[in-house]
């Protein structure tokens, strides 16, 4: 039976300096006795999996098998606890500030380089890294994502994602187009396609939600050859890049190509709906899309996936910048007495014959080294095109403590001007540059 996790409450307001005071004690190293195939037998191990599939029982359905077949193999009992999406940050901060918890938990990725200052985590140095198999098993741009360059990170990766733009065939054949390659074709045929006569937009977008604003804004502004974020990690918002990224977003709606009621669209799944019912030609969404789409009644066979197309004049750098690399990773405590119990689960977790069980059941992409996108394997070329994405066309989010602060305010600019742009009101690059000035001076007052 799941044990679920209470929600957190209020917000945990801590302090780096006190988080890594409180998760000072060394790991501790499971016994190993001699003579034995299973020298962790009778260890028990807590492990704190994301909500990854539709609803925690289906992550308890799709996990314990995995879970009991580790036992079988190893003789170590894992207790799975399954936390939401809105909880796990929360009380995986708690736990590193009491000491006390599970052994490994999942992260989102975004997080990895916040956590990672903490303290907290068990570095995945020489040693452990050769304990689950060594780094080169991952795919080098979901490696990215683990932590800071130059430092042991304290997370691997376990499931990736990545943005994609859908383009829906029977739309894009109606006007005679073809999946756009520059950022010029898909303004071209988001023109082409719309019809507010009927309803027909050349393009939708879940415009009031904070996460997506600012993933888009961030892929935009890398496609420009810029950042949001100096490379010690300093804010660097307000820069021509930064005010670019935005401007180019935000026009899908001032130039009239997106349904000025996108901007009321605060979660993922009104977007999902006016894509699978023809209501849009194009989607900029992630990998978990498909999944949401089939539910909505879309057939993979009925769009098309690209890479989020970046503008023709883009520099050198930026040009095959089509997303970042989304996803969740695992980290072990450091307080944990089961050390090489639980690199032994992380190895588990992360060997192909789990990867390609766990990523087909939750529809992401694995980002361990030679595993087929499964999820997909009745759709080859969509598989192709999201594993080529993972690999050639990601970048890691912004290696920084401070993301999440940064989608906060930046997020949230973004969404304030798309509901200027939504009355009618046209959006200046003063008007992004002053959002921009104030989203940093909230990052460094």
């Known amino acids: 039976m799941k044990a679920r996790i209470l929600a957190a ?12 005071a409180c998760s000072s004690s060394s790991p501790g190293a499971t016994t190993t006795p001699t003579g034995t195939d299973k020298p962790y037998a009778g260890t028990t191990l807590t492990y704190w999996a994301t909500n990854q599939a539709a609803t925690l029982d289906a992550d308890t359905a799709i996990l314990q098998p995995e879970l009991d077949k580790f036992e079988q193999q190893t003789g170590i009992h894992v207790n799975l606890q399954v936390v939401g999406w809105s909880d796990i940050t929360n009380n995986t901060l708690q736990a590193a500030v009491a000491g006390q918890g599970p052994d490994v938990v999942n992260i989102g990725n975004t997080n990895a380089t916040t956590l990672q200052a903490t303290g907290a985590f068990l570095p995945f140095d020489a040693a452990a890294l050769d304990a689950i198999g060594g780094q080169s098993k991952f795919l080098a741009s979901a490696w990215s994502t683990a932590g800071p360059a130059g430092q042991d990170p304290t997370s691997v990766p376990l ?14 054949s109606a006007a005679n187009l073809t999946p756009p390659t520059t950022w010029e074709d ?23 939600t904070q996460n997506v604003s600012m993933h888009i804004q961030y892929i935009f502004a890398n496609q420009n050859g810029g950042s949001p974020f100096l490379t010690d990690g300093t804010p660097n918002f307000d820069t021509p890049e930064n005010v670019a990224a935005v401007s180019r977003y935000v026009s899908l709606m001032t ?14 799944v009104q ?3 006016d894509f699978a019912t023809g209501k849009a030609g194009m989607y900029m969404a992630q990998v978990s899309n498909v999944a949401a ?5 879309m057939d993979p066979t009925q769009y098309t996936i690209v890479p989020i197309p970046a503008p023709a004049a883009s520099p050198a750098s930026g040009k095959t910048v089509g ?13 944990t007495q089961h050390k090489d119990a639980a690199l032994a689960f992380v190895n588990f977790m992360t060997s192909p014959t789990e990867q390609e069980i766990l990523n ?10 030679g595993v087929p996108a499964d999820a997909f394997s009745q759709y080859p070329d969509m598989a192709s095109a999201w594993q080529s994405i993972l690999q050639n066309n990601s970048i890691p989010m912004a290696l920084v403590s401070t993301v999440s602060a940064y989608q906060t305010n930046v997020g949230n600019g973004v969404i304030a001007l798309f509901a200027q742009a939504a009355t009618g009101s046209p959006v200046s690059d003063a008007d992004i540059q002053t959002m921009l000035d104030q989203a940093q001076q909230k990052m460094t007052s």
């Open 323 to 335: 997303s970042f690399i989304a996803g969740t990773n695992m980290s072990i405590f450091s307080y």
């Open 271 to 273: 977007a999902t709906n």
């Open 293 to 297: 789409l089939q539910t909505a009644g």
């Open 9 to 20: 409450g209020a917000a945990v307001a801590l302090t780096l300096s006190a988080l890594a």
């Open 360 to 369: 087909k059941a939750y529809g992401t992409l694995s980002p361990v080294s």
């Open 159 to 172: 499931y990736s994602q990545v943005y994609g733009l859908f383009c829906n065939n029977a739309l894009f």
């Open 186 to 208: 898909l303004v071209a045929d988001a023109k082409a396609i719309t019809d507010s006569s009927t309803g027909t937009w050349g393009i939708v977008a879940p415009a009031g």
């Open 255 to 268: 130039d009239g190509y997106m349904n000025p009621s996108d901007a009321q669209y605060n979660n993922g």
